[in-house]
Nanobody, 125 residues
Framework: QVHLVESGGGLVQAGESLRLSCVGSERTTRVVYMGWFRQAPGKEREFVATINTIEGTPYYDGAVRGRFTISRDNAKNTLYLQMNSLNPEDTAVYYC??????????????????WGQGTQVTVSS
C-alpha cells in the first residue's frame, strides 16, 4: 500500500505563491506517474500536473502551465508543486496521486490508484 501525505496549503492573496509537498511511503517506487489534482467546491476533480517518474517528464493542464511547476525529490520520496501567480480560480483542495501503469492517459484521475487526503488552497482577490 502506498501512502501519500500532502502539506503546504493555506490562504494567500492573488499574485502570491505557495509550494505544496507530498511525502510518499517507501513503496512509491512502484508509481510511474505522480501528480496533482484539485477539486473546487461544486466542481469535478480536475487534473493539474503530473510527472513521469521514469523519464522525469512533466505534464501540465493548460490553466496552470507557465505558473505551476511540478518536481520530485526521489531521495526524499517527495513530490512538489510550486504555484506562482495564484488567482482566485486556483482555490481548491489539492490532492497528490500516484498511478502505477504507463498506458492510458496521465490526466485521468480514475487511473490513479493512490491518493492523499488533500490540502486546502485558498486564494483571495
Amino acid at each position: 500500500q502506498v501512502h501519500l501525505v500532502e502539506s503546504g496549503g493555506g490562504l494567500v492573496q492573488a499574485g502570491e505563491s505557495l509550494r505544496l509537498s507530498c511525502v510518499g511511503s517507501e513503496r512509491t517506487t512502484r508509481v510511474v506517474y505522480m501528480g496533482w489534482f484539485r477539486q473546487a467546491p461544486g466542481k469535478e476533480r480536475e487534473f493539474v500536473a503530473t510527472i513521469n517518474t521514469i523519464e522525469g517528464t512533466p505534464y501540465y493542464d493548460g490553466a496552470v502551465r507557465g505558473r505551476f511547476t511540478i518536481s520530485r525529490d526521489n531521495a526524499k520520496n517527495t513530490l512538489y508543486l510550486q504555484m506562482n501567480s495564484l488567482n482566485p480560480e486556483d482555490t481548491a483542495v489539492y490532492y497528490c496521486a500516484g498511478k502505477t501503469f504507463l498506458s492510458g492517459t496521465y490526466d485521468y484521475d480514475k487511473e490513479y490508484a493512490y491518493w492523499g487526503q488533500g490540502t486546502q488552497v485558498t486564494v483571495s482577490s
